[in-house]
């Protein structure tokens, strides 16, 4: 192992190279040093021309940084990602098909990297079936140079797959918090682990280059055994950057990485508006011990609910990053988790979602339509992609898709949406339930699409539906929304979760 300049690390990246980034969303464990020298040798030299970024989750803040520093004309020629959210100055040149771009499902990709760095042919998964990913419709394609073929349709044992190919790597950039004089990494004060050691591998048995940005040495054999993520037997190249963050927005939360817990009482309240409506009408779905997953948007306001609630110790809330129980993190910084119980690697996370582990998922909605199918991730001029959205909403026992019912005053309820990111026939025909919950009505997917049953009290049935770009059928059973959702104030969850029956236990332990 060496250790040299974030600038003669990006001098090692050819034309036409692959390169796989590690990380995930708002700078968590994302290489931010690497990337941005990559971006300047660029500026100064005109190289390397033509690379494909690979990345399994969007890195980025939303600007320039991440995955923004090589949003430059002529440096990439593709990019294959699960999000492309973090980073809209690189979704716009997709949208102006100045790159090849598909957005592919998350956890996919993440369980791609282990399929690579053992050999073997690639990743077949149901994930993504009758989405946007499906090579019926656009194979997950999201500009129009974007020909190639990297998923496709296969029958297993009589049994539709999708087949997601696998790729050569010829350098990864990666980051940890500590490397050891051998190259061994350490994560202790990384918000998330992700696939890091996957990626390494992977990326080795392409023959690729492995170099890891940290924040730190240490001396030959101090670090635990038990704390390296990333063996030096793996790792060519060591970048320290003293300044590293530990996200974007926090330079380091010792809630984030698991050093200590914070009170509840530190988790912040939400304010009374039609976010908190939503997030706590979700909440009104739990149930004693449900595993849950928050997803990145208005749902994350859950945690915030049930620590205000005192509640969060009833459940288990987790995230597609790899955190399992504690208060899952918004904004800018989803992915992390305060006060998280466990922090497992991504691609076992997501394993135990496609299993079906989730019993319940929350996720927002861009827009839904009258086949019950949502979009969240092409819509108008923005580029959003999947992230873990269709591995979760696909198998978790219990789906609810929670998002205003308007935006800017135009209907997020429309007769067809631009992009199908989740299947309403598909999950129909499955026999899974779904709600769309909004600030002033709750829909559930009927036999004909989304159906209404819940109305804000003082609204009519001809208010809801005139927001609408489709009229709903209503259930015979329609009833005002819980005036507490409305009102200031706990709303006494705590005591309504615990009398709620809670999951079935296993009839052996029952008899115990």
């Known amino acids: 192992m060496r250790r040299v300049s974030a600038a003669q690390a990006a001098s090692l990246v050819r034309d036409g190279d692959t390169l796989l980034i590690g990380g995930s969303g708002g700078g968590h464990a994302v290489p931010d040093a690497l990337l941005a020298a990559l971006g300047q040798r660029f500026r100064d030299e005109g190289l390397p021309r033509g690379i494909t970024a690979l990345h399994p989750v969007g890195v980025g803040d939303g600007g320039s940084r991440g995955l923004g520093h090589l949003a430059q004309k002529g440096l990439l020629r593709r990019n294959i990602a699960g999000s492309f959210v973090n980073s809209p100055p690189v979704g716009r040149m997709a949208l102006n098909d100045e790159i090849e771009a598909w957005s592919l499902p998350q956890g996919a990709l993440s369980q791609l990297m282990r399929e690579m760095a053992a050999g073997r042919m690639g990743l077949f998964t149901k994930t993504g079936l009758h989405t946007f990913v499906d090579p019926r419709l656009q194979g997950g394609r999201q500009s129009a140079s974007a020909t190639e073929d990297l998923v496709t349709l296969e029958v297993v044992r009589g049994e539709e797959m999708l087949f997601y190919k696998p790729y050569h790597i010829d350098i990864a950039f990666l980051r940890g918090t500590t490397a050891d004089e051998d190259g061994n990494v350490s994560m202790e004060q990384?918000?998330?682990t992700l696939e890091m050691l996957s990626e390494a591998q992977a990326t080795k048995r392409c023959g690729g280059i492995v170099v890891v940005q940290v924040k730190r040495m240490a001396a030959r054999g101090t670090l635990h055994p038990k704390m390296v993520k990333i063996p030096g037997i793996l790792v060519d190249l060591v970048v320290v950057e003293p300044a590293q963050e530990q996200t974007f927005l926090v330079p380091y939360s010792t809630a984030y990485s698991g050093e200590l817990r914070i009170p509840l009482d530190d988790i912040p309240v939400l304010k009374q508006d039609s976010r908190k409506v939503v997030a706590?009408?979700?909440?009104l779905e739990l149930f004693p011990r449900a595993i849950c997953n928050l997803g990145s948007g208005i749902f994350t306001g859950i945690a915030n609910v049930a620590a205000e609630e005192g509640c969060l110790d009833?459940?288990?809330?987790?995230?597609?990053?790899?955190?399992?129980?504690?208060?899952?993190?918004?904004?800018?910084?989803?992915?992390?988790a305060m006060n998280p119980d466990a922090q497992l690697d991504q691609p076992y996370q997501f394993d135990f979602y496609d299993g079906g582990g989730l019993d319940l998922a929350f996720l927002s909605f861009a827009e839904f339509d009258a086949a019950g199918n949502v979009n969240v991730s092409r819509f108008g001029d923005k580029l959003i992609g999947p992230g873990g959205f269709i591995?979760?909403?696909?198998?978790?026992?219990?789906?609810?898709f929670g998002g205003t019912l308007t935006a800017g005053g135009k209907p997020k309820a429309v007769a067809q949406v631009e992009q199908i990111t989740f299947s309403g026939a598909y999950a129909r025909a499955r026999g899974q339930p779904v709600l769309y919950v909004t600030e002033c009505?709750?829909?559930?997917?009927g036999d004909a699409g989304p159906e209404l049953v819940e109305i804000a009290p003082g609204l009519a049935v001809e208010d809801i539906a005139g927001r609408m770009g489709f009229r709903p059928s209503v259930a015979t059973d329609l009833r005002a929304?819980?005036?507490?959702?409305?009102?200031?104030?706990?709303?006494?969850?705590k005591a309504e979760i615990a009398a709620k029956p809670g999951k079935q236990v296993n009839p052996r332990l029952a008899a115990l």
Do not use: H, W, Y
């Open 190 to 192: 990384e918000a998330v």
């Open 314 to 336: 009833a459940i288990c809330l987790t995230n597609e990053q790899g955190n399992v129980g504690g208060a899952p993190a918004s904004g800018g910084d989803a992915g992390a």
């Open 441 to 445: 009505a709750v829909f559930r997917l």
């Open 280 to 283: 706590r009408r979700g909440a």
């Open 481 to 493: 929304m819980d005036a507490r959702l409305f009102a200031a104030g706990r709303m006494g969850l």
């Open 391 to 400: 591995n979760i909403s696909q198998n978790a026992k219990r789906v609810v």
